[in-house]
């Protein structure tokens, strides 16, 4: 009997037939979609094989839309062949069902979707699964020892079968919210909403992830656009050497004063020039020393890359999509550069601990980091990593980390010039954690000043001035990492004998004034997500939940998962919904965005709420663990998609809720003045 290998991409499955050591491996096309020799068969699909069919396949009447076939809810789903890709499934199906094969070996990517990929082949392809035996194989990379590990420790098919269950009922909720919702709406609010803008026709498309997304993306928009900024004045005192900032403390004159910003600043510049008189009333002009601190700040390497933190330094550094971020990681992972990169995991597991000496040794033929990996390795700290904050398998669900395998590096002569820079920065970032931390020398000085005044209904106070200073004693980590910029603009940059100076303050000593100033600040609007920030704020949707008790309940969960939110990105890109732009990364919503979320505001309103989005997500990680059943998912699943499909046929506010898109229309056109002019 033969053993099957069926891989999710020809690229994948080249590398499974190298390792296996089969003749016509580098070409793998030999006999035309597989592989084969006297006891081995390799091949693959192209991605996704089967999709899911539309309502009128199902009864031709339903693809009309109406509110009559609506809500359409499908007692069992059917499923169909991709046009374009239905040459090679029919030589996969063949090969599943040939009587000599006696072991199947599932080699698709190693999570969720790649289980849908290849669950939804075996079932069109009637595979009788008492004839098989299968297996799957779970791979953190591609390189040949850890194919070939994968394959030694496949466990059997029927182990995934809850990961396999929350694949279906992903794509079962994608496909009833898209379209229940997308015709609901479309059918209440397409003709308005064409009218209005003057467009030939208009479908309003919405989901479970893509429209609580496009929903963030307004919402900051808006919170911008509504943002006053408020003016406030700080006082400053210049000494011979250093700037001190004053606050106010218990003992201040100006303690809870209604005159205040915060307890640094005041609202009204009058405000700061009448405590500059006070406190100039009297000579000398000098501040007391009332406390110096002095400490050794410790600042640890940075967890290591998953996903979302990669697309966000990548969109940060060098100005490229999400996508693209995806895209190249994906061909470091296939060329063997990297581990595998559709992972939340920050850390590595401690199996992988063990042997993450052969990653550290493999870079010491990475000539930008060869010193690097060769101090590691000498030093030997890299052993007691499975001990570090770095190493948690709690912390794992399907991969660990994206790491160097210390692989592969012969790849590198054919990468451009994005693929290096991401590889060197995955590499950079692995190799920090095996550095010590950084240390900062800091000096933190509270200085004060006594004033007769009345504020209130107090009298006389004592004002504090606070300055702090650092000084980095012990680069650590950042001699891999790179030297970044301190963004405490209040810590003071010194050389040693300066921070020597101050450190050597005595309570008590005094010292003189030169001036003081005010400086004039402005409150800042939020920013606008870039498409790395959208990434993150995605990741880590629980954090937008004001309800403690619900954001502590979807902790973890986020809205879509590592592999799909750059494609709810470019899919709202896509349907004009935001704008991208591509020098900045900067993501604004379109005019038809703003509209389309108004809609959804005033009819199903919970699609734009991420507790919402990301407890389905929780639900679903709760199937593929095991502790929710696939019948109490589809239960609920099914009751959200009726109950608000059938609310959006009782809704009568269509005529009324272009008042609403008037509120918003004066901004684009001031936008689309501001473009004509610039051409003209």
Same mark, same amino acid.
């Given at each position: 009997m033969k053993n099957l290998y069926i891989a999710e991409k020809p690229s994948v499955a080249r590398e499974f037939a190298k390792a296996l050591g089969m003749k016509g491996a580098a070409t793998a096309g030999a006999r035309d979609g597989y592989l084969e020799n006297e006891d081995?068969?390799?091949?693959?699909?192209?991605?996704?094989?089967?999709?899911?069919?539309?309502?009128?396949?199902?009864?031709?009447?339903?693809?009309k839309w109406s509110f009559d076939t609506i809500p359409f809810i499908p007692e069992e789903y059917k499923y169909e062949i991709i046009d374009a890709s239905s040459k090679q499934f029919q030589i996969v199906s063949r090969l599943l069902n040939r009587e000599d094969v006696g072991r199947i070996y599932v080699c698709t990517d190693s999570g969720r979707e790649g289980e849908y990929i290849y669950r939804l082949v075996e079932q069109m392809a009637g595979v009788d699964k008492s004839k098989k035996d299968r297996r799957r194989v779970w791979i953190d990379s591609q390189t040949e020892e850890e194919i070939m590990r994968g394959i030694r420790e496949a466990k059997e098919l029927s182990a995934y079968d809850n990961l396999s269950?929350?694949?279906?009922?992903?794509?079962?909720?994608?496909?009833?919210?898209?379209?229940?919702?997308?015709?609901?709406?479309?059918?209440?609010?397409?003709y308005t909403v064409r009218n209005y803008l003057g467009m030939d026709r208009c479908v309003i498309a919405v989901g479970r992830v893509m429209t609580c997304v496009l929903g963030m993306i307004v919402k900051r928009e808006r919170e911008i656009r509504q943002f006053v900024p408020t003016p406030f004045y700080r006082v400053l005192a210049s000494t011979e050497g250093f700037e001190a900032e004053w606050k106010t403390t218990k003992?201040?004159?100006?303690?809870?004063?209604?005159?205040?910003?915060?307890?640094?600043?005041?609202?009204?510049?009058?405000?700061?020039?009448?405590?500059?008189?006070?406190?100039?009333?009297?000579?000398?002009?000098?501040?007391?020393?009332?406390?110096?601190?002095?400490?050794?700040?410790?600042?640890?390497?940075?967890?290591l890359y998953n996903l979302a933190e990669l697309q966000n330094d990548c969109?940060?550094?060098?100005?490229?999509?999400?996508?693209?971020?995806?895209?190249?990681?994906?061909?470091?992972?296939?060329?063997?550069l990297v581990t595998y990169p559709r992972t939340d995991a920050r850390v590595?597991?401690?199996?992988?601990?063990?042997?993450?000496?052969?990653?550290?040794?493999?870079?010491?033929?990475?000539?930008?980091?060869a010193q690097y990996a060769q101090y590691i390795m000498q030093q030997g700290g890299y052993k007691g990593v499975a001990k570090s904050k770095y190493v948690n398998d709690k912390q794992i669900t399907d991969h660990y980390a994206i790491i160097p395998t210390g692989q592969g590096l012969g790849n590198l002569n054919g990468l451009n010039d994005i693929q290096r820079k991401v590889?060197?920065? %995955?590499?950079?970032?692995?190799?920090?954690?095996?550095?010590?931390?950084?240390?900062?020398?800091?000096?933190?000085?509270?200085?004060?000043?006594?004033?007769?005044?009345?504020?209130?209904?107090?009298?006389?106070?004592?004002?504090?001035?606070?300055?702090?200073?650092?000084?980095?004693?012990?680069?650590?980590?950042?001699?891999?990492a790179g030297l970044s910029s301190d963004k405490k603009q209040e810590e003071q940059k010194l050389t040693d004998e300066e921070l020597a100076k101050f450190a050597s303050l005595k309570k008590g000593d005094a010292i003189p004034v030169q001036t003081f100033n005010i400086?004039?600040?402005?409150?800042?609007?939020?920013?606008?997500?870039?498409?790395?920030?959208?990434?993150?704020?995605?990741?880590?949707?629980?954090?937008? %939940?004001?309800?403690?008790?619900?954001?502590?309940q979807i902790k973890g969960s986020g809205i879509g998962t590592s592999a799909t939110r750059d494609s709810i990105i470019t899919k709202l890109v896509t349907n004009k919904y935001i704008a991208l732009n591509k020098k900045t990364q900067i993501v604004t919503p379109t005019f038809?965005?703003?509209? %389309?979320?108004?809609?959804?505001?005033?009819?199903?309103?919970?699609?734009?709420?991420?507790?919402?989005?990301?407890?389905?997500?929780?639900?679903?990680?709760? /199937?593929?663990?095991?502790?929710?059943?696939?019948?109490?998912?589809?239960?609920?699943?099914?009751?959200?998609?009726?109950?608000?499909?059938?609310? /959006?046929?009782?809704?009568?506010?269509?005529?009324? %809720?272009?008042?609403?898109?008037?509120?918003?229309k004066p901004f684009y056109e001031k936008a689309g003045a501001k473009k004509a002019a610039k051409k003209s």
């Open positions: 081995t068969v390799v091949t693959w699909c192209v991605g996704h094989l089967i999709t899911m069919s539309y309502p009128e396949v199902y009864d031709p009447a339903l693809k269950d929350a694949a279906y009922l992903r794509a079962q909720e994608d496909y009833l919210m898209g379209i229940n919702f997308s015709r609901a709406l479309s059918l209440k609010y397409s003992d201040s004159a100006y303690l809870d004063s209604p005159l205040l910003y915060k307890e640094n600043g005041f609202k009204k510049e009058e405000s700061a020039k009448q405590l500059i008189t006070e406190l100039s009333a009297d000579a000398p002009i000098e501040l007391i020393v009332q406390k110096v601190e002095k400490k050794t700040e410790k600042k640890a390497p940075p967890m969109s940060r550094l060098f100005k490229i999509s999400p996508t693209d971020t995806l895209n190249t990681v994906q061909t470091l992972y296939e060329r063997k590595l597991s401690t199996a992988v601990a063990k042997e993450i000496g052969k990653n550290i040794g493999g870079l010491q033929k990475y000539e930008p980091l590889y060197d920065i %995955i590499a950079r970032r692995f190799l920090s954690i095996f550095f010590p931390a950084a240390e900062y020398e800091k000096v933190s000085l509270v200085l004060s000043r006594q004033i007769h005044t009345v504020v209130g209904e107090k009298e006389n106070g004592t004002e504090s001035f606070f300055a702090n200073f650092k000084r980095l004693k012990n680069p650590g980590y950042l001699t891999i400086k004039e600040g402005e409150t800042s609007p939020p920013k606008r997500y870039s498409s790395g920030t959208l990434i993150l704020a995605m990741e880590n949707a629980g954090q937008l %939940i004001e309800d403690e008790e619900l954001r502590s038809l965005g703003e509209i %389309i979320y108004d809609v959804c505001l005033n009819s199903i309103q919970s699609l734009l709420w991420a507790e919402m989005t990301a407890s389905w997500e929780k639900g679903l990680s709760g /199937v593929a663990e095991g502790t929710i059943s696939k019948d109490e998912y589809t239960a609920k699943m099914n009751k959200f998609v009726c109950d608000n499909t059938n609310a /959006v046929k009782q809704i009568r506010n269509q005529n009324q %809720i272009t008042r609403l898109f008037d509120r918003t």
